[in-house]
């Protein structure tokens, strides 16, 4: 009987290897290519300089913020970032701050480690302390176009240009006004 027990023990266990191997087997044949696959979400910082145009009576002056993007698809992120900078009020030559939030698409032309890409923020500008303006909250229209690379898989490094057409609607109607940022930013996916 014990020689018995032993056998079968054999053959029990036997069975369990072969379907084990088995089951490896299948799903190592079933499975597709690996593909590599980038994060969704990102936050970063961007350092970069403001050039605003001299009828908003402020100078332009050095930035820094943090910016986040969601990835929606089909080559399409949705934007959001702040920047704030010191700024001068050209008339009383004291400091003013300006706080610029945007929120914007933006449609990615590669979605590989090098990333072109075109978009359009809507930005809010809010300048502190610069008693010269006459309206010192404003809105832009701002297309941006810029370059990032991913230099691994969850860390981009990237440059980006943006025109702001801003709008002082009670002051000057629809007639925008212009302003300038570039930027570099460096970014962490998750």
């Known amino acids: 009987m014990d ?91 004291k400091n003013a701050v300006g706080v610029f939030p945007a929120i914007g698409f933006r449609y990615l032309f590669s979605e590989e480690d090098a990333r072109p890409y075109l978009g359009l923020n809507i930005a809010y500008l809010r300048f502190f302390g610069a008693d010269s303006m006459a309206n010192p909250n404003l809105v832009a229209l701002a297309p941006v ?8 898989s969850n860390t981009a490094f990237g440059i980006q240009a943006e025109y702001q057409g801003i709008l002082d609607i009670p002051n000057r109607g629809f007639k925008p006004t212009n302003a300038f940022a570039g930027v570099a930013r460096i970014l962490w996916g998750f």
């Open 3 to 93: 020689s018995t027990r032993r056998h079968v023990a054999r053959r029990g266990s036997l069975a369990l290897t072969l379907s084990r191997t088995a089951l490896i087997a299948l799903v190592t044949l079933w499975a597709g290519n690996a593909l590599a696959q980038f994060t969704n979400k990102t936050i970063g910082f961007q350092a970069g300089y403001v050039g605003v145009n001299k009828s908003l009576m402020v100078a332009g002056g050095p930035v820094l913020g943090i910016e986040s993007t969601l990835y929606l698809g089909d080559g399409f992120d949705l934007a959001f970032r702040v920047v704030a900078g010191i700024h001068q009020d050209q008339i009383t030559d």
């Open 145 to 152: 176009a810029g370059f990032e690379y991913y230099f691994q």
